[in-house]
């Protein structure tokens, strides 16, 4: 037995260390009580800090280390029983609420829900986050009719109260190398930009064509084209703008011009000389954006 006490580590199984007499024992024996589970950093330490560790030392220091992956074996365990039990319990009450739903006259599990349609690759690579990282594959899906952009969708797999989820759609490009990409025509164009009927007509072909993706897009290309209109509305209403106070500043210089006011103010020509007046006499600040396309 060992003349010194021994204070676990962090990791070891057990809280506190029986106190050995200092006196009694010699010191190069390294023990704990019988039997006691003894953490690995403990042993390391030990080992490290004594050169010569008697058998008996030994035999208790390999029967600590033995009670305490017992110990560790007991509580993987008693984690693994607990596991599967929260998992029995949530595979129980999820067959519960099916069951449940599947006495409801008014929900057939499986079935499409009111208002959605089958997605059957319409919107590919539509997965829906459950938790956990795991996703699903969405297998009922809606589209919003107001936009025409936005697409909502259910996994079919918790019942008529599962919460929707929404994702932006776009159009998908023609994966056929037989067929090649040609850039839009002007008449497309022009209908995408014309008036208000001519869009119309477009986006209900749009519509029956039944691409999702294209529809969505060319509803955008519409409305960025709408808040273009109307940024260079605001440009040229301000380029309208600086034109007046423009002439105006050129009334003001020809009245100062009869006037003759250089000469009458003649004596403060020397108070130009500083670097305060190094500036452009004349400066055209205003924006001149060009007006690259008309609009029908």
């Given at each position: 037995?060992?003349?010194?006490s021994?204070?676990y580590?962090?990791?070891?199984?057990?809280?506190?260390?029986?106190?050995?007499?200092a006196?009694?024992?010699?010191?190069?024996?390294?023990?704990?009580?019988?039997?006691?589970?003894?953490?690995p950093n403990?042993v390391?330490?030990?080992?490290?800090?004594?050169?010569?560790?008697?058998?008996?030392?030994l035999?208790e220091?390999?029967?600590?280390?033995?009670?305490?992956?017992?110990?560790?074996?007991?509580?993987?365990e008693?984690?693994r029983?607990?596991m599967r039990?929260?998992?029995n319990?949530?595979?129980?009450r999820l067959?519960?609420a099916?069951e449940?739903r599947?006495?409801?006259?008014k929900?057939?599990?499986?079935?499409?829900?009111?208002?959605f349609?089958?997605?059957?690759?319409?919107?590919p690579?539509?997965?829906?986050p459950?938790?956990?990282?795991?996703f699903?594959?969405?297998?009922?899906?809606?589209?919003?009719?107001?936009?025409?952009?936005?697409v909502?969708?259910?996994t079919g797999?918790?019942?008529k109260?599962?919460?929707?989820?929404?994702?932006?759609?776009f159009?998908?490009?023609?994966?056929?190398?037989?067929?090649?990409?040609?850039?839009i025509?002007?008449?497309?164009?022009?209908l995408?930009?014309?008036c208000?009927?001519?869009y119309?007509?477009?986006?209900?072909?749009?519509?029956?064509?039944?691409?999702?993706?294209v529809?969505?897009?060319?509803?955008?290309?519409?409305?960025?084209?709408?808040?273009?209109?109307?940024?260079?509305?605001s440009?040229?209403?301000?380029?309208?703008?600086?034109e007046?106070?423009?002439?105006?500043q050129?009334?003001?210089?020809n009245?100062?011009?009869?006037?003759?006011?250089?000469?009458?103010?003649?004596r403060?020509e020397?108070?130009?000389?500083?670097?305060?007046c190094?500036?452009?006499?004349?400066?055209?600040a205003?924006v001149q954006?060009?007006?690259?396309?008309?609009?029908?």
């Amino acid at each position: 037995m060992s003349d010194i006490s021994i204070n676990y580590s962090v990791h070891s199984p057990v809280e506190t260390s029986p106190a050995i007499n200092a006196d009694e024992y010699h010191p190069a024996a390294i023990v704990t009580s019988e039997n006691a589970p003894i953490s690995p950093n403990t042993v390391l330490a030990t080992l490290a800090a004594h050169n010569d560790v008697p058998t008996e030392s030994l035999r208790e220091i390999i029967t600590g280390l033995v009670a305490t992956i017992k110990l560790r074996k007991m509580a993987w365990e008693a984690d693994r029983v607990a596991m599967r039990a929260c998992i029995n319990h949530a595979e129980d009450r999820l067959e519960a609420a099916m069951e449940e739903r599947e006495d409801e006259p008014k929900y057939e599990y499986g079935s499409i829900p009111t208002g959605f349609e089958r997605n059957k690759d319409r919107v590919p690579n539509f997965d829906i986050p459950v938790g956990d990282g795991m996703f699903l594959p969405t297998a009922f899906i809606w589209r919003d009719e107001s936009t025409y952009k936005k697409v909502w969708g259910v996994t079919g797999q918790f019942g008529k109260e599962e919460p929707q989820y929404a994702i932006e759609i776009f159009a998908s490009p023609i994966n056929n190398l037989g067929i090649p990409t040609e850039p839009i025509r002007q008449w497309f164009l022009r209908l995408l930009q014309g008036c208000t009927s001519n869009y119309e007509f477009l986006c209900d072909a749009a519509i029956n064509l039944g691409d999702w993706g294209v529809t969505a897009d060319i509803t955008r290309y519409r409305e960025y084209e709408d808040q273009l209109r109307e940024i260079n509305a605001s440009i040229s209403a301000m380029r309208s703008e600086a034109e007046a106070l423009d002439v105006l500043q050129e009334s003001c210089r020809n009245h100062l011009t009869a006037a003759n006011v250089s000469q009458c103010l003649a004596r403060l020509e020397g108070a130009c000389q500083g670097r305060d007046c190094h500036f452009p006499i004349m400066r055209d600040a205003t924006v001149q954006p060009s007006n690259r396309r008309g609009h029908g």
